[in-house]
């Protein structure tokens, strides 16, 4: 299960940014370290686009299948968090997560 979690997930199934339909950020993640790593890298327009649109959590629900940080991220949206704010905590969430299931304290 951690293991599945955790796995470098080909191209096509990586999480691609966009700040809005159409516009791609030249970003993608293809696994969840990727994903932490590239919260702090990308436009914070970005994140707020794909966080109130559930892409986030679809993409770590189905295609990483983390129930479990989908979850969170979900419970994230609901507080309406914008700008540095939502940044830094998703990135808490998602490095949190991160730093459990690989042993890892810190990953960037």
Do not use: D, M, Q
């Given at each position: 299960m951690i293991s599945k979690i955790l796995r470098a997930?080909?191209?096509?199934?990586a999480f691609y940014f966009f700040t809005s339909i159409g516009n791609y950020t030249g970003e993608?993640?293809?696994?969840?370290?990727?994903?932490?790593?590239?919260?702090?890298e990308v436009n914070i327009k970005s994140l707020e686009?794909?966080?109130?649109?559930r892409d986030f959590e679809k993409w770590i629900d189905e295609t990483l299948e983390d129930k479990e940080l989908a979850i969170e991220i979900r419970n994230l949206r609901s507080l309406n968090y914008?700008?540095?704010m939502?940044?830094?905590h998703?990135?808490?969430i998602?490095?949190?997560r991160y730093g459990k299931l690989s042993g890892d304290?810190?990953?960037v």
């Open positions: 997930l080909p191209r096509e199934k993608s993640a293809a696994s969840l370290k990727e994903f932490a790593e590239k919260i702090n686009f794909h966080l109130y649109r914008s700008g540095t939502l940044k830094e998703l990135y808490s998602v490095a949190k304290i810190k990953i």
